[in-house]
């Protein structure tokens, strides 16, 4: 299998905007090296995947097994290093009826909410937060926009003790703590 071939596999079996990647379990395909860097960068067998279509052709076949990512088809399932996670939030929006909407790298959109949370994770000793894009696959926020997600967070108050959180969906999403 080359990356070629996981192209075409994909284009034709994919419909909608994301496959039912949920409903395949092929075989195992060992032997390529794909990696998703801490930037949200693709490569494979260490150069850098440049073409976004390509890109987000891919991230529509992403499934997550455990703490393992798969690119996954219905005749194959190649695994993917993540180093963070496979999305970007790289904007948001605060909307009427205090809804928050995000916007990935990967011309994708969507609502902090009941499922679309936020965490926070011990990452090279400090914590940060990672939000559920889809189908428990998360992303991460560039650092211009989590600055202004904090500042938004600051200026409105929206303090517990010592955590920063934004509301959304009638929920309270956790984004940093407070020293």
């Not at 390509?54 to 990512?69: R, T």
């Not at 560039?142 to 009638?170: C, M, W």
Request: a neutral charge.
């Amino acid at each position: 299998m080359n990356i070629s071939d996981l192209e075409k596999n994909i284009v034709n079996n994919s419909s909608k905007k994301f496959p039912p990647v949920h409903l395949w379990n092929p075989d195992l395909c060992e032997g390529q090296d794909i990696r998703i860097n801490r930037e949200g960068e693709w490569f494979y067998n260490n150069s850098e995947i440049k073409n976004q279509r390509l890109i987000q052709l891919f991230s529509s076949v992403i499934k997550k097994e455990g703490n393992n990512y798969f690119l996954v088809t219905p005749s194959e399932k190649v695994p993917v290093i993540v180093e963070l996670a496979p999305y970007v939030i790289i904007n948001f929006d605060c909307l009427e009826d205090d809804v928050i909407k995000l916007d990935t790298n990967l011309n994708y959109s969507f609502y902090l909410d009941k499922i679309n949370t936020t965490r926070l994770i011990k990452y090279n000793n400090t914590q940060i937060p990672l939000v559920h894009v889809r189908n428990s696959i998360e992303g991460f926020f560039n650092r211009s926009t989590y600055y202004k997600l904090v500042d938004f967070a600051i200026n409105s108050n929206f303090i517990k003790g010592n955590t920063l959180f934004v509301p959304s969906g009638k929920h309270e999403h956790v984004i940093g703590k407070i020293a």
